[in-house]
């Protein structure tokens, strides 16, 4: 029975109900017309459409074939409002017209029993007055109570009653234009218009009330409240504290223990590969994609998928998505000119360690333009390869190139038999400032050999050198000199070379092409030729004190005769 005042609140015509029994309206949301697609009872946001059906079951079904569907409510929000609380306040009006009807017989019943013990007691009078056609005028003349006694009464016409109690009444069909009713009871009620609404279960323990656009469904015994408004749905604790609230704009919960403001996207079950378990995982997918009846819906290879776009991510790790297909890299896109950084939580420049297997890169730069080094650190060595990597015997090995290099040895590879050091200039070996803006401090090169490249397959315009490799030489002076460099460093050794500068006799034919250095190979090689000249020079005088002794000799023989 209905425990509470009822006031009334503008909703369209429910359907009939069935006697005795409560009726729910039930909804859920989807992304197709025939709500298969993405079909949920709890998840409208993002959804294009909406199904409601009205049964006597308190759960809702998940066949999508009993809604009926329409569009999304963010497109017909206020019409939908209306239509669910149609349904709900239709079950109110339905339980009116039952204790209505069930009222209306006991009261007609009773009149039918008065009026036949009335008609019966004024019979006579009746039949001796009443011409034919005259008896409603003749029954109206007396100010007195009519009792009208009958087993069947049969009143056809319009009929009016100004004033009338009806203690029981069966009422087929009945037009009320206004009634005042304090309880009705009835197994169906069925109404154009309710104001003013407040419905309690039979328990009492449930409670359901509209109050303009606002609805509230409160379980009086636990508590737990919902509030329905135009604008969201919000759902508070027994201490009335917020639990969820689901809104345009965001939904949330506080079930998982933490604070409303954070929002759950939650699975149940244990994590799996990629995240696939009985749990699940959470997708975004293009909600306009149809599943086509008989597909295995739910599969992850059936969905498009879309991204997330947000300010920032918080999570144990990332999975490459195989359901997509030729999914095989993972990429972390950026715009043109900018930077993937790893830095510590919280900042922008606190940067932090990757680790991984294989790393593939076009470049790899120092992390910022004030840092002091570089470092690749390792076990064993740094090697580099092909892309392919280390395939045991079959491993390709590749070339490094750079500016400056700063090793404690460099030391050839397992296999070969020479070394190489490749420059389209000259090699230079200088102090660790290297070249240094022209201040370049050259050091020594020790060995246990120095040989020079010779044969004639790499050299063309070759001649045989005419000059007197003599005269180059003794156009040389010698000198003793110290190096700068080594005396900064408190080094006095006195060295013994060629000076090239203003002042200075060095000849050409020792200097290197750009006359800042000496040719070493080319000092040896005039210093050899200057021997050979010595070497005529000293054949030459030999014979000549050979002829010089044999004039000697014949002189002194003729001398002694």
């Not at 909600?287 to 300010?311: A, C, M």
């Not at 992390?367 to 690749?376: R, T």
């Not at 010595?534 to 030999?542: H, I």
Request: charged residues 25%; contains cysteine.
């Amino acid at each position: 029975m209905i425990q509470e005042q009822i006031s009334l609140v503008k909703v369209r015509n429910g359907e009939d109900g069935e006697n005795g029994l409560t009726s729910y309206v039930h909804v859920a949301w989807a992304n197709s017309s025939d709500g298969r697609k993405d079909f949920s009872l709890t998840e409208s946001l993002g959804k294009k459409y909406e199904g409601t059906y009205t049964d006597f079951t308190e759960g809702a079904s998940t066949d999508p074939s009993k809604y009926k569907w329409i569009e999304s409510a963010n497109v017909f929000r206020e019409e939908i409002d209306e239509a669910k609380q149609a349904g709900y306040e239709a079950n109110d009006k339905a339980y009116k017209a039952k204790i209505e009807s069930g009222e209306a017989v006991k009261h007609v019943n009773q009149i039918a029993a008065e009026t036949g013990k009335q008609i019966t007691d004024i019979q006579g009078d009746i039949l001796l007055r009443v011409e034919k056609d005259d008896v409603i005028n003749q029954i109206n003349i007396s100010d007195e109570s009519i009792l009208i006694d009958s087993a069947k009464t049969h009143i056809t016409g319009k009929t009016t009653i100004e004033e009338g109690v009806i203690d029981t009444a069966y009422i087929k069909d009945a037009a009320i234009t206004s009634a005042k009713i304090k309880d009705i009871t009835a197994d169906k009620i069925k109404a154009g218009e309710v104001s003013g609404l407040i419905l309690t279960s039979l328990s009492e323990t449930g409670r359901f009330s509209v109050e303009g656009q606002h609805a509230t469904l409160e379980n009086t015994d636990t508590g737990w409240k919902t509030d329905i408004y135009d604008n969201g749905i919000y759902t508070y604790n027994p201490d009335h504290s917020l639990r969820a609230r689901f809104t345009e704009d965001i939904v949330n919960s506080n079930k998982f223990g933490t604070s409303s403001y954070n929002v759950y996207l939650a699975t149940g079950g244990l994590d799996g590969v990629e995240g696939e378990a009985a749990g699940g995982e959470v997708r975004a997918v293009l909600y306009t994609q149809n599943i086509e009846d008989g597909e295995d819906v739910g599969s992850k290879y059936e969905y498009t998928y879309r991204p997330f776009r947000g300010e920032g991510m918080v999570g144990s790790y990332v999975n490459l998505n195989t359901a997509i297909p030729g999914s095989n890299n993972m990429y972390l896109r950026v715009p043109s000119g900018k930077e993937v950084k790893i830095t510590r939580i919280g900042t922008v420049d606190d940067f932090q360690d990757i680790r991984a297997k294989d790393g593939y890169f076009a470049s790899i730069m120092q992390e910022s333009s004030d840092a002091g080094n570089f470092y690749i650190g390792a076990n064993g060595e740094v090697r580099m390869t092909s892309r392919g990597g280390y395939n045991g015997d079959a491993t390709v090995y590749r070339d490094i190139r750079a500016q400056d290099a700063r090793i404690a040895s460099i030391i050839q590879k397992d296999t070969g038999f020479n070394f190489y050091i490749g420059t389209y200039g000259k090699l230079r070996v200088t102090s660790r400032a290297g070249y240094n803006d022209g201040d370049t401090k050259y050091k020594a090169v020790e060995a246990s050999g120095f040989e020079n490249k010779s044969i004639a397959d790499i050299k063309t315009d070759i001649t045989k050198r005419q000059e007197k490799a003599l005269t180059c030489v003794n156009a040389t002076d010698v000198y003793n000199y110290k190096l700068k460099d080594d005396v900064s460093r408190g080094i006095t050794k006195n060295h013994i070379g060629l000076i090239i500068g203003d002042g200075y006799n060095t000849p050409d034919c020792v200097k290197n092409d750009d006359g800042t250095a000496i040719d070493v190979y080319a000092m040896t090689s005039v210093a050899w030729k200057a021997i050979q000249e010595l070497s005529d020079k000293n054949e030459t005088l030999n014979n000549r004190i050979s002829d010089l002794q044999s004039e000697i000799d014949i002189l002194r023989r003729e001398t002694t005769i």
